[in-house]
């Protein structure tokens, strides 16, 4: 960033705190003259001093994004006194949840309407009922099961358990985690 004291305009730091900019000012880089409410909300917050003592602390490459971090917490921190940063992270957080949520239901709708399609595509239920029947009497009392209609578990996306298609109507509707 340009340093203020070149444009004789004394940088937002030393505006508010009312003193003379001198050229080797440590804010003057990161609080320019046309962001004041940037200084301000950090002076408010962590104070003056703490600030400068900090940016001395670190080495030169590192104070911008310190000077950013301090600028974003204090902001935050005026906006919302009692949580501050951790109240905006957390309303991302959990708006994160809903659109996950959100995205976990229409993948179940997606999933339910591709077993739909897949299910218009095979004979009736009731045909292959019919026919295992035949089949499971003529074989001398075996079972036929035809894994496409019938499942031994329930899937999260089937309303209806017992895994026969017919009684609700292809299995949709409702079932989201």
């Known amino acids: 960033m340009a340093s203020s004291s070149s444009y004789n305009s004394p940088c937002a ?3 508010f705190l009312r003193r003379k900019c001198m050229p080797g000012c440590i804010f003057a880089p990161y609080f320019p003259p046309e962001e004041p409410q940037k200084f301000a909300n950090v002076h408010k917050i962590f104070g ?3 600030v400068t003592k900090l940016l001395n602390e670190l080495l ?9 971090s301090l600028a974003y917490e204090a902001e935050a ?25 959100e995205l976990d239901a229409a993948n179940a709708d997606l999933i339910r309407y591709a077993c739909n399609e897949m299910s218009s595509q095979l004979p009736s239920p009731s045909l292959v009922r019919s026919t295992s029947r035949r089949i499971g009497n003529e074989g001398g009392g075996s079972y036929f099961q035809n894994p496409g209609y019938s499942h031994p ?20 509707g409702g079932g989201s985690m």
Do not use: T
């Not at 921190?77 to 949520?101: H, M, N, T, W």
């Not at 999260?156 to 298609?165: C, E, L």
């Open 153 to 172: 578990y329930s899937l999260p996306w089937d309303d209806n358990p017992s895994g026969n298609m017919n009684e609700s109507g292809g299995g949709g």
């Open 60 to 68: 030169p490459h590192q104070r911008e994004d310190a000077v950013n």
């Open 48 to 50: 003056a001093s703490n």
């Open 13 to 15: 730091a030393c505006k």
């Open 77 to 101: 921190r005026v906006r919302d006194p009692v949580y501050g940063c951790v109240g905006a992270i957390s309303f991302l957080q959990r708006q994160v949840e809903r659109l996950q949520k």
